[in-house]
């Protein structure tokens, strides 16, 4: 796949300005502090804008990887090829019920930490228990993030998402019709091609919160992008599409009910100690493994003896065994090879095939 990052920037920077950047560190924009360059790194600010260059990534063929504040991903030391985009779409508003409860209304891109403490002096809960979940509401939904014997399917109601699996299925098929790498949006089609690309044009669709298939740390939105792990042990990303994901979240609608705002400050603050006691302080993703059925990865590492082991710059945390974090300088390939490492250990010892959390995205080169 080549990328000409030169041009796309240029054609791009009278639109997006500032808030587009070439060959950016993506160390900077995750909470493990790791991964190389983006070629094209993007906020984006509006649904409009989302939609416009989902339309134009597909026309080009511009690869793009949507991502929320980056708190659950591992990017690869090769960075990733095409534009990332951030999603930085952050309205909500409250719609008040006759029943006393009230729909949120909450952009993807909107920042559970920062939410919380303006519904709690308005005395709204439902979203307290996500203080120490540090990500957006859409990245939320994805792993129907939550913490203290909570998680968002609880409270979430429905989504809204920007569809673009049958515009992707189009280019697929006209590849591998015409021996093409992309769609040829704008080379004399006959009708019938500009007939297909209409009906597989993206488009908004909305999905109730039974067709999401949220169970523990999943949704429908991880069907088929689960890290995979090689015959060593590494993990390796899932496969790539053009438009990655191929659903995007762009709205989201959450039942709240009406709580004392005293009490709902005093739980958010409650929940933030408990993690200042319990997780370390350096840069991580929160929990690199799911908790297997009736037992915590944690407890398994460290039963193995792992905890405190060292790659580089990396560290399975003292502090908490599912946690790996960054001494300052870690690569994302030590990262990866601790993760190789606590997961064989207890493979071996207790026969327990741990799932990763963290979600893996761009270029890895694993020796
Ligand atoms: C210190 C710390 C503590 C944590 N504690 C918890 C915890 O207690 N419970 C918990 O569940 N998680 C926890 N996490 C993990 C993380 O915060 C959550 O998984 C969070 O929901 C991820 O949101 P994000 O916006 O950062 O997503 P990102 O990390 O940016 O993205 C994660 C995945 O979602 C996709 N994605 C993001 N936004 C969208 C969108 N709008 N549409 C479609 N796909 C999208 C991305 O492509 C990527 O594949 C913790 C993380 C840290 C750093």
């Not at 000409?4 to 995750?30: I, K, M, N, Q, S």
């Not at 009406?258 to 929990?287: F, N």
């Not at 990262?335 to 799932?355: K, Q, S, W």
């Amino acid at each position: 796949m080549t990328f000409d990052a030169e041009r796309v920037y240029t054609t791009l920077l009278p639109r997006f300005g500032r808030r587009l950047r070439l060959h950016e560190p993506l160390a900077r924009h995750c909470t493990f502090g790791v991964g190389g360059p983006a070629d094209l790194w993007l906020t984006l600010e509006t649904r409009d804008e989302l939609i416009w260059l989902v339309r134009r990534c597909l026309a080009e063929g511009w690869p793009l990887l949507v991502v929320g504040n980056g708190t659950n991903v591992l990017f690869g030391d090769g960075g990733v090829r095409g534009i990332v985009a951030r999603m930085a779409l952050s309205d909500y508003r409250l719609a008040e019920q006759e029943d006393g409860s009230a729909l949120l209304y909450a952009e993807a891109g909107v920042s559970w930490p920062k939410l919380l403490n303006e519904l709690a002096t308005q005395g709204w809960g439902g979203l307290e228990f996500g203080p120490g979940i540090p990500g957006t509401l859409g990245g939320g939904v994805v792993s129907n993030a939550g913490a203290h014997q909570r998680e968002l399917s609880q409270v979430l109601e429905w989504v809204e998402v920007l569809d673009v699996r049958p515009a992707l299925a189009l280019g697929t098929a006209r590849s591998v019709a015409d021996g093409e790498s992309r769609p040829q949006a704008d080379q004399g089609h006959s009708q019938t091609e500009e007939e297909d690309a209409r009906v597989a044009a993206p488009f908004v669709r909305r999905y109730e919160r039974a067709e999401l298939e949220l169970s523990y740390r999943h949704s429908r939105f991880r069907a088929g992008r689960q890290v995979t792990f090689d015959e060593r042990g590494y993990p390796q990303p899932a496969p790539r599409t053009l438009i990655e994901p191929a659903e995007i979240i762009l709205l989201l609608a959450v039942r709240l009910h009406r709580d004392d705002p005293a009490k709902l400050r005093a739980l958010i603050e409650e929940y933030r100690q408990h993690r200042k006691r319990t997780q370390p302080p350096q840069p991580s993703a929160g929990s690199v493994f799911k908790n297997p059925p009736g037992d915590y990865a944690g407890r398994l590492i460290e039963q193995v003896g792992a905890k405190g082991l060292r790659c580089g710059r990396a560290c399975i945390s003292e502090r908490h065994a599912n946690f790996i974090v960054n001494l300052g300088g870690a690569r994302a390939a030590d990262i990866a090879a601790l993760i190789r490492e606590a997961r064989n250990r207890v493979r071996e010892r207790f026969g327990v095939e741990l799932e990763l959390e963290v979600e893996l995205r761009g270029e890895w080169e694993i020796a």
